[in-house]
């Protein structure tokens, strides 16, 4: 035995020492012989990952990403666009889902895990290689359950910025097994980002309901800024549906939550999984994406901030509960009908069967003369055998915002799960399972 244990000891020793030769290799730039093969043997994208993951590992200080593509195509409408592609698979290991946001001059990221970098936006106007800064924060001083870094059902959920705040939103752990979403807050500090928890309710749900059905991927947690005093949260129910209806819970709701003192109003129930918030601070209404369960994707308009409206789930839905997660009386408790309205509840804008995996939202900055601007863009992950899915499309309302007078669709057949204007012209978003973004220009 003892034998036995020496010969695993030294395997593990030499398989190391190799390793770590192999690493040295690949990080430097040497042209020698054994360098050059062993580099012709692994993958290109295989070396990009490895060297990347090392760097940042060793140094913890910046996000490479490589220019790797530009494709000219068109729209659905025959509209001409231009997609750029930066990448680094680092991204995608840490996530695989990332998030978004910009200042005037500066475009942030976040990881699934809570690594936050930022970039200079002018970098996106020149296809070349550019790095994103990784802060450094006290995150994993906040977060410490283990399956918020390796359970992508965990992690962050979003991320905002307002005029000298980052605020994060991520699935958390009680000390019990408690599941609920919590939102951090921090100056915004180019040596060291130190956040505070600027929500933390007492309310949570347990890992086993009636249904057994607990989903922690079902926690929502979309963002955005409401006022100075004020910013938009939406919380799913994590398969918990009776929540949605329940005026007690802060569960399958929107909420508006103050910044100073996590006070909260509910604005909206009803919800499953909201994925996308937009507020517009000059027609005062919210646009939100929600994903169904079985089809029944949704996009919702609140045009009456004052009042508590109710968007119908588990009642109404134009999706079906799965198959193999349903219990034999999910219907009884939760009969899914097609009608809202029938039924005294909004009625979504639009709806999508199949599901489309529909996430962010954003507005058109660009403005026509005696136009409202009613334009707005949203993202599809889902899958490649599904039309609307893999896209990011372009949608236009009525001037009442009771209908889509105009729709057309930008294919980019990978997940896209967020996504921001650089300027009227220019779209940056990140594909989700492969660790790029992408700039999207659209021509005139």
């Known amino acids: 035995m003892k034998k036995k244990n020496k010969l695993v000891y030294l395997s593990i020793v030499i398989i190391s020492i190799f390793s770590m030769v192999l690493f040295a290799l690949l990080l430097q730039d040497s042209q020698n012989n054994l360098t050059l093969k062993i580099k012709s043997k692994l993958p290109k994208n295989i070396r990009y990952f490895i060297k990347n993951s090392i760097n940042f590992y060793l140094n913890n200080t910046s996000i490479n990403l490589k220019y790797i593509s530009e494709k000219k195509t068109e729209t659905s409408k025959g509209k001409k666009i231009t997609i750029q592609e930066y990448n680094n698979k680092f991204l995608d290991y840490q996530g695989p889902r990332a998030y978004i946001s910009k200042t005037n001059d500066k475009i942030f990221l976040i990881t699934g895990t809570g690594i936050i970098s930022f970039a200079n936006k002018k970098n996106f106007y020149q296809p070349e290689n550019f790095k994103f800064k990784v802060l ?240 707005f863009f949203f993202s599809s992950m889902g899958y490649q055998d599904r039309e609307n899915s893999l896209s990011i499309h372009h949608i236009r309302f009525d001037k009442n915002y009771q209908r889509v007078i105009f729709e057309d669709k930008m294919k980019i057949n990978f997940r896209v799960r967020d996504l921001l204007f650089l300027d009227e012209n220019n779209i940056l978003a990140y594909l989700e399972k492969k660790g790029s973004l992408i700039k999207i220009k659209i021509n005139e």
């Open 136 to 375: 450094k924060s006290n995150i994993k001083k906040l977060i410490t359950f283990k399956d918020f870094y390796r359970n992508s059902n965990y992690g962050v959920k979003g991320m905002m910025i307002d005029d000298k705040n980052i605020y994060v939103s991520l699935s958390n752990i009680e000390d019990n097994g408690c599941v609920k979403i919590t939102v951090l807050k921090a100056e915004i500090d180019y040596e060291k980002l130190n956040f505070s928890y600027v929500f933390n309710p007492k309310q949570c749900v347990k890992k086993n309901n009636i249904y057994g059905e607990f989903q922690p991927i079902q926690s929502g947690g979309s963002l955005f800024n409401f006022d100075n005093e004020n910013f938009l949260l939406s919380t799913g129910e994590f398969r918990f549906r009776d929540l949605a209806q329940n005026d007690l819970s802060i569960y399958g709701k929107i909420l508006k939550i103050n910044k100073f003192n996590e006070s909260y109003k509910i604005i909206s129930k009803g919800h499953r999984n909201i994925q996308g918030l937009f507020f517009d601070k000059k027609e005062k209404i919210i646009l939100s994406t929600e994903h169904g369960p079985l089809g029944g994707d949704e996009i919702n308009v609140n045009k009456s901030l004052d009042k508590l409206l109710n968007f119908g789930w588990p009642i109404s839905s134009y999706g079906e509960h799965y198959p193999s997660m349903a219990a034999k009386d999910a219907y009884e408790k939760a009969p899914l009908y097609k009608s809202h309205s029938d039924y005294g509840f909004t009625e979504p804008i639009k709806y999508f069967v199949p599901s489309i995996g529909i996430t962010q939202i954003v507005k058109s900055p660009k403005t026509k003369k005696n136009d409202l601007n009613h334009n």
